[in-house]
């Protein structure tokens, strides 16, 4: 089995910082990306940052220059420092962990429980 779960999730004023973890813990034989999407009320669940195995990161134009992503493979855990906060991205933020369970197994996609982000103005 796998487990997700995410964490440091809060409540902020408006420009505030938060940092979440999200850490995939389990039968894992390899990990392929990992990624953060946010979930605002009344909208779609959005992708809001993403980092290849390697160095590679992309994020969405809304959140640049404000918002990090990083990850401890050795850890399996993936972190989101965000910054300057806006009330518009109150919303629950989800991990999403694309892995193998075993060498033979195909890709499948893993998400966490959620982790709950207020920002008031």
């Known amino acids: 089995q796998v487990q997700v779960a995410e964490s440091g999730g809060g409540s902020v004023q408006f420009g505030g910082s938060l940092r979440l973890s999200c850490a995939a813990s389990?039968?894992?034989?390899?990990?392929?990306?990992m990624d953060w999407y946010c979930h605002a009320p009344g909208k779609q669940r959005e992708l809001v940052a993403s980092i290849a195995t390697g160095v590679g990161t992309h994020y969405a134009d809304s959140v640049k220059g404000r918002i990090t992503i990083s990850r401890d493979n050795s850890n399996n855990e993936v972190y989101l420092q965000m910054n300057s906060l806006k009330p518009e991205e109150t919303g629950v933020y989800y991990c999403?962990?694309?892995?193998?369970?075993?060498?033979?197994?195909?890709?499948?996609?893993?998400w966490g429980q959620g982790t709950q982000v207020t920002v008031s103005s």
């Open positions: 999403r962990v694309p892995l193998r369970r075993t060498a033979t197994m195909p890709i499948q996609q893993y």
């Open positions: 389990g039968n894992i034989f390899s990990i392929h990306g």
